[in-house]
């Protein structure tokens, strides 16, 4: 089965390594434990099936973070999760371009688009969320990357960039302030949509040992660069009271 550490072992020329904790660049740590209050929301990036162990873009060690999660959720009383909900045929898949196979890219109005195998898709066991994941508290399932001509990493804006999810509004009406990112993958969905969150106005956390990462050719460096230099903070789920 094609996963995304082989991709990124031929994108890195074989020089994939699994994210470590605390390999990547250090960003700003909360001193002493943090007590999530009424204006800060958990949010609970793309933790299913297709993206654990055995799925079909699966993320080393993904099913790692669930019981992390499960700790620290109760903390928080606005907890918020997303869900990849591709439509059959989806514009990322490579089975949707003839010719073309998975981890190939090809240029669509928005810019360039890797291509993935078929996953997450709407309805099916892959796009569940991860077994064993107890939020309960949840608040809000947002779902992304189901419009058929465009993907979706972030939690707030489509890869076109321009393209809201709602996660935003909904947030910004509820008054919640302060987002305590988690899930997966690191230097991906959650990196871009740790970025995204400070771009609209809001503080962004990452609890780092409960997301997982794929590091190939500097990406976990590059990502948390890009996140500590848009002043997104980094924890562990120690630091968090619960």
Not at 128 to 153: C, E, F, M, T, W
Not at 165 to 179: C, I, N, P, S
Not at 211 to 229: L, N, P, V
Request: hydrophobic residues 40%; contains cysteine.
């Amino acid at each position: 089965m094609t996963n995304r550490r082989d991709f990124l072992k031929t994108m890195a020329g074989g020089g994939l390594v699994l994210a470590g904790v605390a390999g990547a660049a250090g960003g700003a740590r909360a001193q002493g434990k943090i007590k999530p209050g009424g204006t800060d929301v958990l949010l609970v990036v793309d933790v299913q099936n297709c993206f654990i162990p055995g799925g079909s873009l699966a993320v080393n060690g993904g099913d790692e973070i669930v019981p992390i999660i499960n700790r620290i959720a109760p903390a928080f009383r606005n907890v918020v999760l997303t869900q990849d909900w591709h439509t059959p045929g989806h514009i990322s898949f490579a089975s949707s371009h003839a010719g073309k196979k998975p981890f190939e890219t090809v240029q669509l109005d928005y810019g360039t688009q890797v291509l993935w195998p078929d996953h997450c898709v709407q309805g099916t066991p892959g796009s569940d969320l991860a077994p064993g994941l107890h939020v309960p508290q949840a608040q809000l399932i947002i779902r992304k990357g189901y419009r058929q001509q465009v993907d979706s990493y972030s939690a707030f804006l489509e890869a076109d960039k321009k393209t809201h999810t709602g996660l935003a509004g909904y947030l910004k009406e509820r008054g919640l302030k302060h987002v305590y990112l988690v899930g997966l993958a690191t230097d991906f969905c959650v990196a871009w949509s740790a970025l995204d969150a400070r771009k609209l106005g809001f503080e962004a956390t990452v609890i780092e040992d409960a997301t997982r990462g794929i590091d190939a050719g500097g990406s976990m460096g590059k990502a948390w660069a890009d996140m500590t230099g848009a002043g997104v903070k980094r924890v562990k789920s120690s630091d968090i009271a619960v």
